[in-house]
């Protein structure tokens, strides 16, 4: 087996550390070509599907791509923005923002990228282009607070991957979950009391987590654990009864069972039920994207008023708001720990001499100036 080729070893050369910021994916364009060839790669992943590969490639093949394509083309084309797909302008705009958070918070020798699991930007292609910025730290930060063998997992095995092919691999901590940290709560809490304060206050607050196949919650995976612990953490700070708030999840995928209450048939039963009004708030999503602007936005809104609901209130991810952004620079300082990330007066000069030293070595290698 060969490695894949290193940058030139340089003696002396103060390693730079980075945060990369990693989402699911999304497809680059909302066509059945695009959504296909992002669905085969996110669908193949055996994390996400565990069921016997030669039966799973049959029906991925056979059924799912040449159905589900179009479909799902179709209804990425209702949120698609003039900079592309939701889920990579908020991941891509959280990255740009945390850069600036650490930056004014002193950590001036941080590089912040951001990849998608799925798609582009690839994680090969950002692990290799920080190996080439000269980065030898990295914290891996998934855009998913709460742990599932299904994504989290599924980001450090493409790690591993990319490194099993590399000689001199980065120093590497992966952040595995933070659905109890101060700076997420508090965030949901912000962004729930501002629409409150703009919009006035629904009868119920339904939290929708997207949902995992129930028998991974069996075989041991803590998700479900996870979600029930940020919606209870999220009611305190928002000094909600019992009654005032519930935990759901959407997204059900196949006919397997998957956690339990699912959200679109709960939500029509609280409008038969009788409340004119709910708000919802999906806190496992990080950045809006399909399944919170299409699936909750317009089709559980919609099940919800053909139920005789009056009013349904959906309350935006995250995204890049202050209070995230503020959250997620804490929660890379805890993990950037001990790393050289703010510079002394003597590295900041020799970072300062090493660029001028690789910009001289580009000149005389031609690179444009
Ligand atoms: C097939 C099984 C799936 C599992 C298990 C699953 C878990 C899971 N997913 C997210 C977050 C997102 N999923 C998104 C889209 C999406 N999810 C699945 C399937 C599973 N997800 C599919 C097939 C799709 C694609 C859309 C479709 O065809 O329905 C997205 C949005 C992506 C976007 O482009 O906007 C996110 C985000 C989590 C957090 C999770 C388990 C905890
Ligand atoms: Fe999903
Ligand atoms: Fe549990």
Redesign the pocket.
Known sequence: MSFRPEPPYTHGTIPRSAVLLVN????DEPTRGKVRSY?KQ??SDPR??EVPRLVWWCILHLIILPF?SGQ?AAK?RTIWTRDG???RVNTALQATRLQAMLTERGHEDVTVAMAMRYGSPSMPEVLDRLKEEGVDRIVVLPA?P?Y?G??TASIWDAVFQHYAKVRNIPELRLVKHYHDHEGYIHALRDNVLAHWDNHGRGQKLVMSF?G??KRTLLLGDQ?HCECYKTARLLATALDLSQDEYMVTFQ?R??KAEWLQPYTAPTVAQLARDGLERIDMICP??TSD???TLEEISMEVRHDFEAAGGKEFHYIPCLNASPAWIRGLAEIAEQHLIGWPTILTPAQREARRIDAERGAARAKSLGAPN
């Open positions: 699911l994916g999304t497809p669905l996110f669908l996400v599907v589900r799902s990425y797909s939701p889920l998913y709460q599932s299904t994504t997207h995992v196949p998700y997204s995928f196949g496992g999503f994207c399909l399944e």
